[in-house]
């Protein structure tokens, strides 16, 4: 009896020193040039660790119909993968460095994915580029300024980071790296959701969202002008300060409804006929209001822009009929198909946008497997409230959690 115990002590400790061994990860970040403004980070072990005790809860998958086999693809894997952008670039030029363990592998790995070679050790498949530089290798969104921007960046200076500075006890993170205070975002891959968030986010946003879900609502947000200014850039309509907007709100919905399409032909005589078909066109119905310090301004500004017309119609927004109205301090946009109402309030800044398959089947430009993603969705939920931050992309409920999904 007593052996027995003293194999299973001696079992014991060795797998308690291996857990710890295995735990133990190199924090000193050395991919992160001198010149970035934001860094991802993804602890690789820590990933592996949810996926291990995530697979060992759920028995259906030990044993699949075919194995997933990882391909060697001739790279090292940093315990902490670094994702960063650079300063006084695009938004969406992200790039991740990497030594290169065996090149010829890297080779077959990257031909085998389809990726063609342009020029200078530089292979392409949209939407990522990768360029070999000597011992390293620069991943990054594939884009006109690839070659220049990555030119000499796996030996250029790097930031003194340590990836405890970035990251606690989330898989991953985003932080942004201001002049003065580094602020961190952390990333949670929960069953059906992936949630990024500062630490003091708190349950209400959870909240938020649950009871936004609840509504028909396909889009609701209340923006203060920070936010509005924000948003309206990134729909390329530049948003002047002195306009006074200082909050926006909004709710749309979407319905189906019958088009008349008029087309005219002509009889065995010649004459022109008119002939009348209905289509099927998906319509949204909205409510928009914009609170100004000075309603007045706000209104010479668009009509300035041309975009109120004669009809009182806001035309900026290219779904038709609408009317805008002035009232005091409120400018109102509303469509004229169906009334609705904004609801129950709440405070501090949000945008809610449900996944709605009318719109999804409407887009032609999505492949069947961006169709296919896109459509576990159930929605995305953007909250803010002074230092507290929180985007949550929540996914359909399935019987297996996001992590065994993929």
């Known amino acids: 009896m007593k052996k027995s115990w003293i194999i299973v002590l001696l079992a014991s400790l060795v797998a308690v020193v291996g857990y710890v061994l295995w735990s133990l990860k190199d924090q000193e970040l050395r991919f992160v040039p001198e010149n970035a403004d934001t860094v991802a980070l993804i602890d690789v072990k820590k990933l592996s660790q949810q996926y291990s005790f995530t697979l060992a809860k759920h028995p259906s998958k030990w044993f699949g119909t075919q194995a997933h086999s990882v391909q060697k693809n001739g790279i090292k894997i940093p315990d902490y993968i670094q994702v960063f952008h650079l300063q006084n670039t695009g938004f969406n030029q992200w790039y991740s460095i990497f030594d290169i363990s065996d090149k010829d592998e890297l080779l077959s790995f990257l031909q085998s994915n389809g990726f063609k070679i342009s020029k200078n050790n530089t292979y392409t498949k949209a939407p990522f580029s990768v360029k070999m530089d000597g011992s390293r290798v620069v991943v990054g969104l594939a884009h006109k300024d690839f070659e220049k921007?990555?030119?000499?960046?796996?030996?250029?200076?790097?930031?003194?980071?340590?990836?405890?500075?970035?990251?606690?006890?989330?898989?991953?993170?985003?932080?942004?790296?201001?002049?003065?205070?580094?602020?961190?975002?952390?990333?949670?891959?929960?069953?059906?959701?992936?949630?990024?968030?500062?630490?003091?986010?708190?349950?209400?946003?959870s909240s938020m969202a649950s009871d936004l879900d609840k509504t028909t609502a396909f889009l609701k947000l209340n923006l203060d002008a920070t936010h509005t200014k924000m948003t309206a850039l990134l729909v390329n309509k530049k948003w002047n300060d002195s306009l006074g907007i200082h909050s926006v709100a909004a709710v749309a919905e979407l319905e189906i409804v019958n088009d008349k399409i008029i087309t005219y032909g002509y009889d065995d005589n010649f004459n022109a006929v008119e002939k009348v078909s209905d289509q099927k066109i998906i319509q949204p119905n909205y409510n928009i209001s914009l609170q100004s310090s000075d309603a007045e301004k706000t209104w010479s500004h668009f009509v300035n822009k041309k975009w109120i017309n004669t009809q009182n119609q806001f035309t900026a927004i290219p779904f038709q009929p609408n009317v805008i109205q002035k009232n005091g301090n409120k400018i109102s946009i509303k469509s004229k198909r169906k009334e609705l109402d904004f609801g129950k309030s709440s405070s501090g800044n949000y945008i809610f946008i449900k996944n709605n398959a009318l719109l999804l089947n409407s887009v032609k430009s999505l492949s069947s497997r961006e169709k296919q993603a896109l459509a576990a969705i159930n929605y995305v939920f953007y909250g803010n409230k002074a230092d507290s931050y929180d985007l949550t992309v929540q996914f359909k409920k399935e019987t297996l959690p996001l992590i065994l999904r993929w």
Do not use: M, P, R, W
């Open 149 to 205: 921007v990555t030119d000499g960046l796996a030996h250029s200076q790097t930031k003194s980071l340590y990836a405890d500075q970035l990251i606690h006890h989330s898989v991953a993170s985003v932080s942004y790296l201001a002049k003065s205070k580094i602020f961190n975002f952390a990333v949670y891959l929960n069953d059906d959701q992936i949630q990024i968030k500062t630490e003091t986010a708190d349950d209400k946003f």
